[in-house]
């Protein structure tokens, strides 16, 4: 396990419809639930990620001021084409309806370490995607390896190339992972495999299809369809940026 203790917030949205004078009545209550689908950056062993205190109450300065030196491609985040291919777009130019909106989660839970996802299975678990959708698969990973350990890559379910073109040939805006879905990233970065060796970088972003990478906690989504917002920082001219990823169920 390698969440946070706050895994999901359950807020109350009262919504209190104006009516006629100045009398507010409020209308109807429902409860919405929102799943924090993203990693907490911390020290870790593959990702060089640096914080420090620019300011600090310790020192008596009059504000504490954190700097954060992070790689794009580190913790949750979001990759674009402009990461496989020159001329791509960029994450700050990217529309946000592109990673926000409906989504069909695919159960692939059962998956167990080291096992090929393959077409085979998106066609039994994958039915209700739909056109338009953002696609998560959700294997319940950081549940079984703990994601601050080397055994969370080496140990990794991945997505076979024949999953990568189930994929590539659907109208979905993006695809979300909460394991690392190509089996050469584990090499990295003793290796740096060729992107025709990672189906989904090389079969999705081609494609123009969004990578969603390194999610947590997907497995607190019950259903198999949930809203999914992927909001990652406005870097210019950068191919991808760690994004803070939630799931809305109504
Ligand atoms: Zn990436």
């Known amino acids: 396990m390698a969440g946070d203790g706050t895994v999901f917030a359950e807020f ?40 420090k205190l620019a300011m600090d109450h310790k020192k008596n300065d009059p504000f504490q001021v954190t700097v954060l030196t992070l790689p794009m491609h580190a913790f949750t985040h979001v990759d674009t084409p402009l990461h496989i291919e020159p001329g791509k777009i960029t994450i ?27 077409a085979q299975d998106l066609e039994q678990k994958g039915g209700h995607i739909t056109e338009g959708d953002i696609v998560i698969l959700k294997t319940a990973w950081d549940r079984k390896r703990d994601w601050l350990t080397k055994e969370y890559w080496l140990d990794a379910p991945y997505v076979q190339e024949d999953a990568a073109e189930w994929l590539a040939r659907r109208p979905i805006k993006a695809v979300g992972f909460d394991f690392p879905q190509d089996f050469a990233i584990r090499e990295i970065p003793a290796r740096h495999p060729p992107a025709t060796e990672m189906p989904t970088h090389h079969l999705l972003l081609r494609k123009g299809i969004f990578l969603i990478e390194y999610l947590c906690n997907v497995d607190q989504i019950g259903p198999d369809r949930a809203t999914v917002y992927a909001l990652p920082l406005k870097v210019k001219q950068s191919e991808g940026a760690p994004a803070r990823v939630i799931a809305v169920i109504d």
């Open 12 to 51: 109350t949205l009262i919504c209190r419809l104006s009516g006629t004078g100045s009398s507010r009545q409020p209308e109807s209550d429902r409860t919405m639930k929102i799943i924090d689908l993203s990693m907490t950056l911390q020290p870790h062993w593959r990702w060089n990620i640096q914080t």
């Open 92 to 118: 700050d130019r990217v529309p946000l309806d592109r990673l926000c909106g409906p989504a069909a989660v695919v159960d692939l839970s059962a998956c167990g370490a080291n096992t090929p996802i393959t």
